[in-house]
């Protein structure tokens, strides 16, 4: 699977929408906004935030405007509610980096929808297998291996984020993949912030994650009613330090490569946003508190064409100096895989509250089928945080679901509705035994092993959290300068565990080579005397004497020869050349 296609969406559509000159008189009711935020993580690294988002009236039909048409066939057709997708490269650091951007996204590509089936299971699957394969073709991805092994149907983990019709039955569908590979797409774009959506820089990133997020909301942008279409179009990406010059300072064309050459015209609302800390020199420009956060505002409709190119920096009053904030995210989520067999193994989730409060999560792990769990080794045992053989700790599960999967049909789900006690670590784990799969069913690296999806944990952020590791504001219907001027956001978090590799048992794939070579060598060696005593006619020796066989004509006539000249005239010759001995009297 490619980022290729979702990546050449978001940059040509933003450009497409921006050169339009026209279209702001043409745009009626539909809205266009654009944003960028800046920051720098507690580990130094720089965090960049894109958003695009476009709403437009649901009574519009089939008069599209700037609203993209190929989505809303596409949910038309599938009669999809709300549904979202990312495709993320890389892994979000929790205790270095924070609470993810939300809504989070794992490794790899992930996709879940909510569809209209008429109350009726098999409507909900044909719709669902229909709608993978539109996905699949618009964004260039390989989505369709999400069918069947790896889609499930969790019933407490995911909620809807825009406004739900309670008159018409709809079902949640949800697969993920766990590897990307990524594809690069060289390309320069002519106007508003898409023009810093610079591949190279991106692709070169420690992470980073692309998404689109298509639902329904009011005009006022609650979720009370569903009169209107969104769509945000998503990027995150986090960069790296730069440890040869130690220099914290940065500007646009430091990070993105490119300058701010032309604003967009039909945009709304077109800002940038960077988050001051202590460490930067603080500049004259417009600035935004929300809490104990101060934003600089920079308003690019507001500049003039003279203004541009634009070169947006920032410089700081120090350099890297390392080691830097080593304090972690009071709420985590790791997983590893233990055991070194290839007949069977254990997958541990490390669940860590250290906040004061007790805090409710939802666990949830889609399993594929060749991976069969033992339900009676699920277990969950917590200790107090910083105590190696503290207190066991009991943990309140509130609600635990578990579907067994089907080989080749459907993977397993886990989801476990639980209470973490105050600062305390706790250990889900479980058991499994691994399944022989057909000779077609392996990849070309098999030896390399399996991704199987990382594990998500959702809950709802208390206040020691919320307010002391949100890395930024806003979450998947509020944008960070809606925030700031006073819109409320829920405080809805999810937090996915590491992508983990397991060794299958594999068939010798190299024995039929083997076997082809060794055959071959052989055939070779053997070829030669076999064909020669296989063709050859086996001529009886002379009759008179069984050991001398008959000479051959030419040869007899060369004997001859020798005979009468060597032996009958070189001889007496030889001979008379020798003087006689004289008698002795």
Known sequence: MTFYGLFIFIICFSALICNGLELKKLKKDDTYSEELLIKRLKSEHLLAQFRFVITSDVKSGLDYLLFPRIISEVVT????????????????????????????????????????????????????????????????????DILSTYT????????????????????????ALSRETIGMMYGLFQT???????????YESVF?????????????????????????????????????????????????????DQKCM??????????????VKMQGHLLQKKNDRVYSVYNISAYSPSDFPLDISAKYNTHLNLPVDDSSTLVTIRSYAAGVDQ?????????????????????????????????????????????????????????KIFIPGKDRQRPFLLEWDIILPAKSVCEFSWEFDKAFLRVNEYPPDANHGFYIP?????????????????????????????????????????????????????????MPFNVICLVCTAIAMLFGPVHSLTTKIMIPLSEENKDLAPLPPLRRLLVFIY???????????????????????
């Open 77 to 144: 057709k599938h009669h999809i509610e709300e549904f979202h997708m990312s495709l993320t490269h890389g892994s979000w650091r929790l205790n270095e980096w924070g609470v993810p951007p939300q809504p989070a996204s794992p490794s790899g590509a992930e996709l879940y929808a909510w569809i209209y089936g008429n109350n009726t299971r098999k409507s909900v699957d044909e719709r669902w297998v229909s709608f993978v394969n539109s996905m699949n073709g618009i964004f260039c991805t390989s989505l369709l």
């Open 152 to 175: 499930a149907a969790p019933q407490i983990s995911f909620s809807r984020m825009g406004y739900s019709n309670s008159e018409v039955s709809s079902e949640i569908r949800y697969g």
């Open 192 to 202: 508003g912030l898409s023009m810093l959506l610079n591949p190279i820089k991106i």
């Open 208 to 260: 980073h994650s692309m998404s689109v997020h298509f639902l329904h909301i009011c005009k006022d942008g609650s979720v009370s009613c569903g009169d209107r279409r969104r769509l945000e179009l998503n990027l995150n990406f986090v960069s790296e330090i730069d440890l040869k010059s130690r220099s914290l300072n940065w500007s646009f064309r430091s990070v993105f490569g490119r300058q701010l």
């Open 266 to 279: 039909v945009a709304d609302r077109d800002l940038v946003l960077f988050e001051i800390d202590r460490k």
């Open 343 to 399: 007949q069977s193994g254990r997958l541990i989730s490390v669940l860590r509250n250290g906040q004061l409060v007790s805090q409710r999560v939802t666990y949830t792990h889609v399993v594929p089928w060749f991976l069969r769990i033992y339900y009676h080794t699920i277990s969950i045992i917590c200790r107090a945080e910083n105590v190696d053989e503290g207190e066991v700790l009991n943990p309140k599960v509130i609600r």
């Open 454 to 510: 990382a594990p998500v944990m959702s809950f709802s952020a208390a206040d020691e959290l919320w307010f002391k590791n949100r890395t930024v504001l806003g979450n998947s219907l509020v944008t960070i300068y809606d925030e700031i001027l006073g819109k409320e956001t829920d405080r809805s978090i999810r937090m996915y565990g590491e992508i983990l590799l397991i060794l299958l048992p594999v068939p010798d794939f190299s």
């Open 563 to 585: 005979n009468l000249v060597f032996k009958q005239v070189v001889m007496k010759i030889w001979k008379k050349s020798i003087p006689k001995k004289e008698k002795i009297s």
